[in-house]
């Protein structure tokens, strides 16, 4: 039993006729014929009965109804097979850092899937160290995210730098300052991200640059909630600018002198060794080309 008899059978219930049915197939009525006695003895079962009107049998009702089904679950499925072939469907499990995954991740995701609707992402925030890890044991397809450490397997395509500011609340005494240098920290309290956070290692090593002072920190474990803890008035903080729109009640912001103070952002994959699927493929080469848009040199 194949695709094309189920079609033939189903045809032959449709029009009434072998000969209708063969001219609907292409084929000559012989061959029909052919495919149905075949089918009849693989099922073992009669399923048509021939007179000068062909009726089904019990078992060729039976057979009828049911086949209906199986012949619409095979098309779907060659159809989906010919999408994944050419990678217009399938899923992608995709790793994200913030600020990205909430500020500029979700506007070109919906651009993408209005073009491939049939392919489905999984989207899952972290911060770049367990994402380098995840991509390596095969958790994730792709990883939007700052550099990885030195020495890492991975690739990376760095596509765009995360510009930072000074957040400080209104009538905070640096708000007098029109630029913030990291020698006025010290003194005042700044909130602090953690410690695996790259981020954090940026805003460390410019920090160290400067005098050695020991600084009042308060760690906050997420890099968006920064900017409502500083709105309380709990101290001051280096945040992503994007974050800031509308800066929050309250607030203010500076730039920073001495050191540029940013982060550069790509997309991480494993090695060519390691080729990607085709859905996967197509997301990276539309992230990178929104992105370089949004960031052109």
């Known amino acids: 039993m194949d695709l094309k008899t189920l079609k033939t059978f189903q045809m032959i219930v449709k029009y009434g006729s072998f000969n209708r049915a063969a001219d609907e ?7 029909v014929t052919m495919q149905i006695q075949k089918l009849e003895s693989d099922l073992g079962v009669q399923l048509i009965e021939r007179a000068k009107k062909i009726r089904l049998t019990e078992a060729g009702r039976l057979f009828y109804e049911q086949s209906l089904q199986i012949v619409k679950n095979i098309e779907q499925l060659e159809t989906n097979l010919s999408d994944l072939k050419l990678g217009e469907s399938g899923n992608i499990r995709l790793g994200v ?5 909430s500020y500029r991740l979700p506007a070109i995701l919906e ?4 073009q491939f609707p049939k392919i489905r992402i999984s989207v899952e925030f972290a911060n770049t160290p367990t994402l380098s890890e995840r991509l390596l044991k095969g958790d994730i397809d792709l ?3 700052s550099a990885p450490d030195l020495g890492s397997e ?3 395509e760095p596509l765009f730098k995360e510009e930072f500011v000074v957040l400080l609340p209104e009538n905070h005494p640096l708000a007098q300052k029109a630029v913030i240098a990291p020698e006025d920290i010290p003194g005042h309290r700044l909130l602090i991200t953690s410690a695996t956070c790259p981020y954090r290692r940026k805003l460390e090593m410019v920090l160290q640059e400067s005098r050695n002072i020991p600084i009042d920190t308060m760690e906050i474990g997420s890099m968006t909630a920064l900017k409502y803890y500083v709105e ?3 101290g001051i903080a280096l945040v992503p600018e994007i974050i800031l729109k509308p800066v929050p009640a309250g607030t203010t912001i500076r730039p920073m002198s001495g050191n540029l103070i940013d982060m550069t952002f790509g997309i991480l994959s494993k090695p060519s060794e390691y080729p990607l699927k085709l859905a996967s493929s197509k997301l990276y080469q539309f992230l990178k080309q929104e992105l370089l848009e949004q960031f052109p040199d």
Request: glycine share 4%.
């Open 232 to 234: 309380s008035g709990l």
């Open 25 to 31: 197939m292409n084929y000559v009525q012989s061959t």
């Open 154 to 156: 991975l690739i990376f």
């Open 143 to 145: 990883a939007l995210c």
């Open 111 to 114: 651009r993408f899937l209005t």
């Open 97 to 101: 850092t913030e600020p990205t995954a």
